[in-house]
């Protein structure tokens, strides 16, 4: 059901997650007034807003960093209390960052197995063969094109490592992927390797996606839905098939007049 302003306020049945009246202060500054956003699975939805908006606080607590003020997050239909990055990982939730967490110095395939790396236990030696193995074919299976697993990260083009943190995430056994301007400083090239990317991700079908970023022209793109984030709420949402750059520009410009003259 879609109000008026062209905000859908009723969730759909195979919501991911969703966020209901989730609202955030620090001190006297309210980042986030009353957020309500939802994700189906299979879904890829772009969250766009100006700098300040409350995109990065939404994002840190999705991803159990910061705890809401009031409201709720529900994961595949159950209300959960986050405590914790790693009780946010625990419940299939994984976040791309632009700073991205990589090793420059360590080759591909140990930085697809960070934190998780395979042991012959109870002896500490790494199992590397079993793990570059494994790294080459989810590498493949998602369409990463890095010709060789053994080669440390730094040599790598900046789409190429994006798209390693992205692969990393989701075989972590992500069932919610967060990615936080993931096509930012990036060139026209690097930026259609991630976009590529999430267009697999989306025809998988089994992985919800929230992408913040910036570019309308991208947003349109690869979105099945655009939300716009403004004055600590979901102002706007809407198909992306059912929008336009233009509208979006003028959904962005209008709310930043009404936020300025209020």
Do not use: W
């Amino acid at each position: 059901m879609t109000d008026d302003d062209g905000v859908t306020s009723a969730p759909v049945p195979d919501d991911a997650i969703r966020v209901e009246h989730v609202a955030k202060s620090f001190g006297s500054v309210r980042a986030l007034a009353e957020v309500n956003l939802h994700v189906a699975k299979g879904e890829v939805l772009g969250l766009i807003g100006d700098n300040g908006a409350g995109k990065s606080t939404l994002m840190k607590i999705l991803t159990g960093y910061h705890r809401p003020d009031s409201g709720q997050v529900v994961v595949h239909g159950e209300p959960v209390r986050m405590r914790s990055v790693s009780h946010a990982r625990e419940l299939g939730i994984e976040a791309v960052y632009q700073d991205l967490a990589v090793v420059d110095t360590l080759p591909v395939y140990i930085n697809m197995h960070l934190n998780k790396e395979l042991r012959y236990s109870p002896l500490p030696f790494l199992r590397r063969r079993e793990m570059r193995e494994r790294a080459r074919r989810q590498l493949d299976d998602m369409g990463v094109n890095v010709p060789d697993v053994r080669s440390e990260i730094r040599l790598l083009s900046g789409g190429q490592r994006q798209a390693i943190a992205v692969a990393r995430s989701v075989y972590a056994d992500a069932s919610i992927l967060l990615l936080d301007e993931p096509l930012a400083a990036m060139g026209a090239k690097e930026s259609t390797i991630i976009l590529d990317l999430v267009r697999r991700l989306r025809e998988r079908g089994d992985i919800a996606i929230l992408m913040i970023a910036h570019n309308y022209h991208q947003i349109v793109d690869v979105c099945d839905r655009v939300n716009l984030l403004q004055h600590g709420r979901i102002t706007f949402d809407k198909r992306a098939a059912e929008t336009s750059v233009d509208e979006l520009m003028e959904i962005v410009s209008r709310e930043y007049r009404l936020g300025r003259a209020g």
